[in-house]
């Protein structure tokens, strides 16, 4: 149809792409998506000057290395290696993926969301995850069941549990299906029950509410009840989203504790720090309800910051902002360095994506130092292996005494009681004359 005509439902025709068949030549794509990467880089690196390096002659010097490129890992280690010579963050290079093998092949390993323990030849239940309502990704498929801890599984889909190589070759495929699951009840109690359930294609949301459970309750008994927890992920939607789903139970403690440990950055860290630096100006009282600060949702006391070194991107900023701010100290270990943040990602030819690091972060304070530097604790404390094979939280025990510390020092608001309020009563008439 000629571009100059209107379409319309009878003369507009949608072609199938998927049904062309062209011939690709690797060697070639690759020579022009390097030039490509370099020119990309060159035009939207955040600073005009490519802060010192001479891009050009970077890019004389790989390209010779092109010609010995085999596949598309290769190339993308080669563009690495490229863009690993900005000294930069946020310079990414994810390889090109091209049938990968049938169908078949590609479907999702199916999870429980349970901890399986190999015990007299058989696959016996540890743990089921309990999973959380307020987060539709972290359902655990066996909650509800009926099927109990010390349960041995032996069968999937009728094809018996191997001995060594457990269930998870037979639920290979089968995340987001239905498959049907037998068990033997712990200590041989009762006949073998069948199941039918839908085995997770993701355990990560799951796993991640029971690991902020547990870190939640550990808090609660260092402090007492007196430290309220929040951990938030990244600083994007899922971390927003975990953020506010937790917020207001936990600020309604004395003591705050705020962890970005392993944060994985995003954007919206100032809207966490708009909420983090509310404070209570007054109370809302209402019968038969408990009291409601105002402004709400706002720290009552203290609050303690928890970073380490996987504390990334926006978890830097968050953890800069938390010192600059006095929003209270930062207790664990250096954060990444990771400031000079990208925008989108740049599909090239062969089809592999790189990302350019477009905007950095500078503060008066800092200069441009948090890059490559991160942001240093006020009280460095270090989880070794040691720690968390042994159970212990070395970092949590930290955080909590630093936070009981300070609400010594400076008491948490209360709500007033019910002793001063107004009297509303009439007033005594005064006595009549006797006239």
């Known amino acids: 149809m000629p571009a100059a005509e209107p379409g319309d439902a009878d003369s507009t025709v949608y072609l199938d792409l998927r049904r062309i068949v062209h011939e690709v030549n690797p060697a070639a794509e690759w020579r022009q998506a ?36 085999a596949s598309p890992d290769e190339f993308a280690d080669l563009l690495r ?21 049938p169908p078949q092949y590609q479907r999702a390993q199916g999870l429980l969301g349970v901890n399986l323990l190999p015990r007299d030849g058989g696959w016996t239940v540890k743990r089921i995850l309990p999973g959380d309502s307020s987060d539709s990704k972290a359902r655990s498929p066996l909650a509800g069941t009926g099927i109990r801890e010390g349960a041995a599984l032996t069968h999937v889909d009728g094809r018996p549990v191997d001995p060594v190589a457990g269930p998870y070759p037979l639920l290979s495929g089968t995340g987001g299906t239905t498959v049907e699951l037998t068990f033997t009840p712990a200590e041989g ?10 085995p997770l294609v ?6 991640y509410q029971d690991w902020v459970a547990k870190r939640r309750a550990v808090v609660r008994e260092l402090s007492n009840g007196r430290c309220g927890y929040l951990h938030i992920p990244d600083m994007g ?12 139970m936990e600020v309604s403690r004395p003591a705050l504790i ?22 209570i100006l007054g109370w809302d009282l209402t019968r038969n309800a408990q009291p409601v600060s105002y402004t709400s949702n706002a720290p009552r006391g203290p609050v303690v910051a928890l970073a380490d070194e996987a504390t990334s991107s926006d978890g830097d900023m968050i953890t800069a902002a938390f010192k600059l701010l006095r929003l209270g100290p930062v207790v664990g270990q250096r954060t990444w360095g990771g400031v000079v943040g990208m925008t989108g990602r740049h599909v090239l030819g062969d089809g592999t994506q790189i990302t350019v690091p477009m905007n950095a972060a500078w503060f ?60 509303r009563s009439r007033p005594r008439l005064p006595p009549r004359s006797s006239s």
């Open 237 to 248: 939607g899922s971390g927003w989203a975990q953020f506010n789903r937790d917020l207001r």
């Open 189 to 198: 109690e009762g006949p073998s029950r069948r199941i039918a359930v839908v």
């Open 364 to 423: 008066p304070e800092y200069g441009w130092s948090v890059e490559n530097q991160g942001v240093s604790p006020d009280l460095a404390a270090l989880r070794t292996p040691l720690d968390w094979a042994e159970g212990r939280h070395a970092q949590l025990d930290d955080a909590v005494i630093v936070a009981l510390a300070l609400l010594e020092e400076n008491p948490a608001a209360s709500p007033p009681g019910y002793e001063a309020v107004p009297d």
């Open 34 to 69: 390097f030039d490509e990467a370099g020119r990309i880089i060159r035009a939207y690196f955040w600073e005009p000057d490519m802060g010192g390096v001479d891009w050009t002659a970077v890019l004389d010097q790989y390209r010779p290395l092109v010609e010995r490129v």
């Open 202 to 207: 993701d355990e990560r949301p799951l796993r």
């Open 81 to 101: 290696e490229v863009l690993g010579e900005l000294g930069t963050s946020h310079a990414y290079v994810t390889p090109a993926r091209r049938n990968e093998g």
């Open 258 to 279: 705020v962890d970005v440990r392993g944060n994985a950055g995003g954007h919206i860290s100032e809207l966490v720090i708009e909420k983090l630096t509310r404070r």
